[in-house]
């Protein structure tokens, strides 16, 4: 079946540096994969959609200069916290649509960032 | 704009209960509808899907029923285990962008 992955699962930085998550789809190809940010406790907010060789396209509210987004091949798409600050600490989950679409959305298993 | 209401939680059953979890939404269009779900320190999963009105989607014995004159996707289980515990979200995806809106989430504990 189809499978997402996401490298960190877990990552711990200081306030002030930039991290950068990875999502994957392993056995098909995406051109459109999508973030989400999820608080504890709370439902999965959109953050913005990635388009494979295109700019993202963020949801209002969300800083695209804070959280860059690459989506450099049919199967990886990147987040970068960028000067990151404790109130960044969250759950980000990407998920990935198949193609060709309509297709279902496969989710990867999420990035627990914490912020000291 | 599209959105998702389902019931707060926690909700917790003994093993063999009857569950239903129930779930509003209000769109423009016709929306297709989700139910996932999160297990413990798990990535979400698709439990179930119905993409127009009066279609049913069933798994692993949970179903939930598009029901557009109610603006309603219930998720119901006729006998719960303990390996249901997890949170369950409702969603709707508006065809037109593949965008999917969650619902809060609601935590179902099983007691043995």
């Known amino acids: 079946g189809a499978v997402v992955s996401q490298h960190p699962s877990w990552v711990i930085c200081k306030s002030g540096t930039s991290v950068k998550i990875e999502c994957r789809s392993l056995?098909?190809?995406?051109?459109?994969m999508f973030w989400y940010r999820q608080f504890p406790k709370q439902s999965l907010m959109l953050m913005a959609t990635?388009?494979?060789?295109?700019?993202?396209?963020?949801e209002q509210g969300v800083e695209k200069d804070k959280f860059l987004i690459n989506h450099a091949s049919l199967t990886l798409s990147t987040l970068t916290v960028t000067s990151a600050h404790p109130e960044d600490s969250s759950f980000y989950i990407c998920?990935?649509?198949?193609?060709?679409?309509?297709?279902?959305?496969?989710f990867g298993p999420g990035t627990r960032l914490t912020v000291t | 704009g599209n959105s998702v209401t389902q019931m707060e939680g926690p909700v917790t059953l003994s093993e063999e209960a009857f569950l239903t979890i129930n779930c509003t939404y209000t769109?423009?269009?016709?929306?297709?509808l989700f139910w996932y779900v999160q297990y413990p320190g798990e990535g979400l999963q698709l439990l179930l899907k119905?993409?127009?009105?009066?279609d049913k989607g069933s798994n692993k014995g949970f179903e939930a029923t598009y029901r557009k004159e109610t603006t309603s996707f219930h998720l119901e289980k006729g006998s719960v285990q303990v390996s249901d515990s997890a949170v369950y979200f409702c969603?709707?995806?508006?065809?037109?962008?593949?965008?999917?809106?969650f619902g809060k989430g609601t935590r179902l504990h099983i007691l043995p």
């Open positions: 056995d098909f190809q995406a051109t459109t």
């Open positions: 969603a709707l995806s508006d065809r037109r962008d593949d965008k999917i809106i």
């Open positions: 769109a423009t269009g016709y929306p297709s």
């Open positions: 119905a993409t127009k009105a009066d």
């Open positions: 990635s388009n494979e060789g295109s700019k993202a396209t963020y």
């Open positions: 998920s990935a649509l198949g193609d060709p679409p309509p297709n279902e959305q496969y």
